[in-house]
């Protein structure tokens, strides 16, 4: 089992930055990979950034040059099991509630944080 807590998010006007963070405990051996989805009201979740325990990166066409995913080295020095995602120059269709998830060894994206709200007003 893995838990996610999260932390981070709130308000910001549009141009703002914020930053999350995501600590995983439990069989952090197991774990793949972590990322960030996030879930605008109305519509389906969706994979903001991830991240390999090598460090490789992926990111939605949307946040591409404006987001950035990173592994917290002093937390993750064995194990891949904190995260941060720095979100800059955020608009207004980036506000969502955003998921830590991990992706398991037995089970893709198996573990998910209980989420965090991102607010960003024109």
């Known amino acids: 089992q893995v838990q996610l807590v999260e932390s981070g998010g709130g308000s910001v006007q549009a141009g703002g930055s914020l930053r999350l963070s995501c600590v995983a405990s439990?069989?952090?051996?197991?774990?793949?990979?972590m990322g960030w989805y996030r879930q605008a009201p109305g519509k389906q979740r969706e994979l903001v950034a991830a991240i390999t325990t090598g460090g490789s990166t992926n990111y939605a066409d949307s946040v591409k040059g404006r987001f950035t995913i990173s592994r917290e080295n002093a937390k993750s020095r064995i194990y891949l099991h904190a995260i941060d995602l720095q979100m800059d120059n955020l608009k207004p269709e980036d506000t969502a509630v955003y998921y830590c998830?991990?992706?398991?060894?037995?089970?893709?994206?198996?573990?998910w944080g209980q989420g965090t709200q991102v607010t960003v007003s024109s």
């Open positions: 439990g069989t952090i051996f197991s774990i793949n990979r």
């Open positions: 998830a991990a992706d398991l060894v037995l089970a893709t994206w198996g573990s």
